[in-house]
């Protein structure tokens, strides 16, 4: 069983940069791939990018491609999202999610979920 916990999320100027975290205690983190997903008030969910198993495989949406990096730590059950560079339309609730095999970047394979954390870039 899958539980997501996402944390980092805070109010910063545009420009900045954040670190999100998301923590899963349990013990088939490591076979899982993850995603980073966002959502801005009135719009739809949308990936921000995915990462395999491994972390040796990654994906990002193109807006934020060359700003943010995904990462994990398979030994500490974490996966990261570096975020360099914000601007004011980053501003979301943030989320992490599991799924069982690398690719797809629709929020509704996914079958894991943390509760989200609130990311604020302020202009």
């Known amino acids: 069983q899958v539980h997501l916990v996402e944390s980092g999320g805070r109010l910063v100027q545009a420009g900045g940069s954040l670190r999100l975290s998301c923590a899963d205690p349990?013990?088939?983190?490591?076979?899982?791939?993850m995603g980073w997903f966002r959502q801005a008030p009135g719009k739809e969910r949308e990936c921000v990018s995915i990462?395999?198993?491994?972390?040796?495989?990654?994906h990002y949406a193109d807006s934020v491609k060359g700003r943010f990096t995904i990462s994990r730590d398979n030994a500490k059950n974490m996966v990261y999202l570096q975020m360099n560079s914000l601007k004011p339309e980053d501003t979301a609730v943030y989320y992490c999610?599991?799924?069982?095999?690398?690719?797809?970047?629709?929020?509704?394979?996914?079958?894991?979920w943390g509760q989200g954390t609130q990311v604020t870039v302020s202009s």
């Open positions: 999610a599991a799924v069982a095999a690398y690719g797809s970047t629709r929020p509704s394979d996914f079958g894991a």
């Open positions: 349990g013990r088939a983190f490591s076979t899982y791939a």
């Open positions: 990462i395999n198993w491994s972390g040796g495989i990654t």
